[in-house]
């Protein structure tokens, strides 16, 4: 091939996830379409449970069948089409990286950005791209202008690489970080709001929320939470890492002022992408975490001076923004929503069994807790592993002892089954 075609090609690769020329496109569209025609007249809970429609789906992911893989909250795996948009990026970049990572890819940040707004139902200027829900958070977190005695109202079952932001900027600023607790599954949202309003003194400025606890999958009622919050003066801090890409909604629909999420749970992208969301006009009073020329400034990319990353993972973002489209939200939401609810209400009423989630859709979605009486959920968890090859998450915090059960749009009934008839077993025995 001669130099110039040669080129061209990657030129075109470059501009691939936002093109007609797509890795998606060339992979899976016209699959996926079809299957989507078929069930264009099905409404998403229809379709919740059209096998047919789903094994489409599943076999664009590429995933073990050694293991059953059932912690997709910890980190999803990428379909395929998103794993080889990241290894072709790859490989371009080695061609030349300084030139082609920061002269060609790069050129794919301002799409992505206008892709992920799309998305997100927000924005583009209210957008940054980085690598993780962690990053987004401690930016905001470490970022507010806070001063001694300001009080920030957040809960002991958010995520503790948060905790530990606000316990730093105590123990540095000191500022006061107030922890309700919840005996989640909590089935009220009066009672989960009452609990914020009522820890907040004249001294409150921030509330921390997180709009689906990893450790349980409670759902909470974030846009009431955002409004109540308001009422009193104050601001609020989502943190969405299980929520975006899965529970059908637009950031804006949530009312809170910044929100944070990591791309490679439920959106399926590369591994170690996040994304986070700043209301346009609190742009300029956050500080960034990695400095910027203009720290006081109200451009968004102030928060996007990370020093050299991975191109490959950012830009490979967009393929797993046409694979999410291809599905459509509510389809998404509602066939995870389904997966948990069939493994779930079959064990239910199994003896010693006990489920630790609300199996209400207003309150779960995809994430759920199971128990066995007299089984530790590490033992469980080990139990599952070594006899079943299923995969899944002890959680033996605060309040919180269960086996964390996550599938994703790839998961197969027959695999839910297996794990149905482990727990039948396993609760049978000891
Ligand atoms: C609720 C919640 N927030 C934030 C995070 C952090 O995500 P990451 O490790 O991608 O930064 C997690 C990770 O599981 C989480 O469960």
Redesign the pocket.
């Known amino acids: 091939m001669s130099g110039r075609k040669q080129f061209i090609q990657q030129i075109g690769l470059m501009a691939g996830a936002f093109s007609v020329n797509s890795l998606f496109n060339q992979l899976h569209a016209a699959e996926i379409s079809s299957a989507n025609n078929k069930v264009k007249n099905l409404s998403p809970i229809n379709v919740a449970t059209d096998e047919d429609y789903w094994s489409v789906i599943q076999q664009a992911y590429t995933v073990s069948p050694n293991i059953i893989n059932l912690n997709n909250?910890?980190v999803s795996p990428s379909p395929r089409v998103v794993q080889e948009a990241v290894e072709r990026y790859n490989k371009l970049t080695n061609e030349g990286p300084s030139y082609f990572m920061w002269e060609i890819l790069d050129q794919g940040r301002e799409p992505l950005r206008e892709k992920l707004a799309s998305l997100a139902g927000c924005n583009k200027e209210e957008i940054v791209i980085n690598r993780?829900?962690?990053?987004a958070?401690n930016t905001v977190i470490l970022g507010l202008d806070l001063k001694a005695g300001d009080e920030v109202i957040g809960c002991k079952l958010?995520?503790p690489?948060?905790m530990n932001a606000w316990k730093q900027r105590a123990m540095r600023d000191g500022i006061v970080y107030k922890q309700l607790n919840f005996n989640f599954p909590v089935e009220n949202d009066d009672e989960i709001v009452a609990a914020f309003e009522n820890a907040i003194t004249p001294k409150t400025k921030i509330i921390h929320v997180?709009h689906?606890?990893?450790w349980v999958g409670q759902i909470l009622p974030v846009r009431k939470i955002s409004d109540m919050a308001h009422r009193h003066g104050l601001e609020v801090v989502c943190?969405g890492?299980?929520s975006f890409a899965l529970l059908d909604f637009k950031i804006p629909d949530l009312g809170c002022d910044y929100f944070a999420t990591?791309l490679?749970?439920f959106l399926s992208a590369p591994i170690g992408s996040?994304m986070m969301w700043i209301r346009q006009d609190k742009i300029s009073k956050i500080w960034p975490l990695l400095a910027n020329g203009d720290p006081r400034g109200t451009n968004i990319r102030k928060f996007e001076t990370l020093g050299t990353r991975s191109f490959p993972i950012e830009q490979g973002i967009g393929e797993a923004i046409n694979f999410q489209l291809a599905i459509g939200n509510k389809r998404k939401e509602e066939r995870v929503r389904y997966l948990k609810n069939y493994w779930a209400e079959q064990v239910i009423n199994i003896p010693r069994v006990k489920i630790k989630t609300s199996l209400k859709s207003a309150y779960s979605c995809a994430i759920c807790g199971v128990s066995i009486d007299g089984i530790g959920p590490r033992e469980l968890e080990r139990i599952l592993f070594n006899n079943y090859k299923i995969h899944t998450v002890p959680i033996d915090y605060e309040n919180v002892s269960c086996v964390r059960v996550t599938p994703h749009v790839y998961t197969r009934l027959p695999e839910l089954d297996k794990f149905v008839r482990a727990i039948g077993e396993i609760a049978a025995k000891k």
């Open positions: 909250g910890g993780n829900a962690t990053e958070l958010d995520y690489n948060h997180t689906v606890i990893n943190d890492a299980h990591s490679h749970k996040g």
